[in-house]
């Protein structure tokens, strides 16, 4: 019913830039928060990012001052500015919505999640 589509993902060097784009597609009513989660290797799937509806966001401590997000919702999309990457952001990154799916009216709430884009980080 609903699809999000990520991109941006890639190798970049220390201390570079990337910028994340997440569309989401199909039957939406509304999107409620959307956001950014990250897993590397081995570890626990953790939050990097979330956006309300209205655009107050909230950053993981590690991210604070380096990474941006913010949303478009006329084209119900997402982005993540990462800049001064480090080599502990390298991880799959995922996007996740709360869409409140619907044609005519809202009909139910989902929490939808990207298939993920991979961010390498190098020295």
């Not at 309300?52 to 997402?78: L, Q």
């Amino acid at each position: 019913q609903v699809q999000l589509v990520e991109s941006g993902g890639g190798l970049v060097q220390a201390g570079g830039s990337l910028r994340l784009s997440c569309a989401a597609s199909g039957s939406i009513f509304s999107i409620n928060a959307m956001g950014w989660y990250r897993q590397a290797p081995g570890k626990q799937r953790e939050l990097v990012a979330r956006i309300t509806s209205g655009g107050s966001p909230i950053y993981a401590d590690s991210v604070k001052g380096r990474f941006t997000i913010s949303r478009d919702n006329t084209k119900d999309t997402v982005y993540l500015q990462m800049n001064s990457l480090k080599l502990e952001d390298t991880a799959v990154y995922y996007c996740r919505a709360d869409v409140v799916v619907g044609k005519l009216g809202p009909e139910m709430g989902l929490e939808v999640w990207g298939q993920g884009t991979l961010v390498t980080v190098s020295s």
